[in-house]
T-cell receptor, first 112, second 113 residues
Framework: SQQGEEDPQALSIQEGENATMNCSYK?????LQWYRQNSGRGLVHLIL?????REKHSGRLRVTLDTSKKSSSLLITASRAADTASYFC????????????FGKGTKLSVIP | EAQVTQNPRYLITVTGKKLTVTCSQN?????MSWYRQDPGLGLRQIYY???????DKGDVPEGYKVSRKEKRNFPLILESPSPNQTSLYFCASSLTQGFSPLHFGNGTRLTVT
């Protein structure tokens, strides 16, 4: 069952600009994770934020989590052509069994 | 190098011909999982395993089987493939279920004619 839903579905920006992707979910979570997928390849983990955290940074990535609004955002600053990929949020939720459920992704294109 | 290895990378087969997609991880992870990825539907979980000899159904288990006889291996078996199983398949593993990052294989693109 799909829990996270990313927005927008597709995003096109110029190199050097910032890219913001959003994820909304329906039920309470233990943590939320963001992954990147280059075309047809396996997903790569970017960042994990726990439900008691509000913000997390990793290099040019900034993730926020608002549990009251059941939403998260991923900000990529100073984007590069190499950031072109699909980005997925995944939520870990459930009673005693924290299944990870993925959204459908945001396709980011960074134009050189 | 820590990795999840899937084979084969590409597979074309005919309806009804049994096939196995292998998955192996070298990180001593307890949790392993299979996903399929289809356009417009995102990643959907097929089966997962919490540890050796412990497996359970995900969201779309029909038509698939798995086994976990050893910690490192988690093969996906299609006993009688059908065209609606044409998809991109990913194996993934993590230290614990849901609390730690998933490590993905590079995928197997399966076409069933």
């Amino acid at each position: 069952s799909q829990q996270g839903e990313e927005d927008p579905q597709a995003l096109s920006i110029q190199e050097g600009e910032n890219a913001t992707m959003n994820c909304s979910y329906k039920t309470s979570i233990n943590n939320l994770q963001w992954y990147r997928q280059n075309s047809g390849r396996g997903l790569v983990h970017l960042i994990l934020i726990r439900s008691n955290e509000r913000e997390k940074h990793s290099g040019r990535l900034r993730v926020t989590l608002d549990t009251s609004k059941k939403s998260s955002s991923l900000l990529i600053t100073a984007s590069r052509a190499a950031d072109t990929a699909s980005y997925f949020c995944a939520t870990a939720s459930g009673a005693g069994s924290y299944q990870l459920t993925f959204g459908k992704g945001t396709k980011l294109s960074v134009i050189p | 190098e820590a990795q999840v290895t899937q084979n084969p990378r590409y597979l074309i087969t005919v309806t009804g011909k049994k096939l196995t997609v292998t998955c192996s991880q070298n990180m001593n992870h307890e949790y392993m999982s299979w996903y399929r990825q289809d356009p417009g539907l995102g990643l959907r979980q097929i089966y997962y395993s919490m540890n050796v000899e412990v497996t359970d159904k995900g969201d779309v288990p029909e038509g698939y089987k798995v086994s976990r006889k050893e910690k490192r291996n988690f093969p996906l078996i299609l006993e009688s493939p059908s065209p609606n199983q044409t998809s991109l398949y990913f194996c993934a593993s993590s230290l614990t279920q849901g609390f730690s990052p998933l490590h993905f294989g590079n995928g197997t693109r399966l076409t069933v004619t």
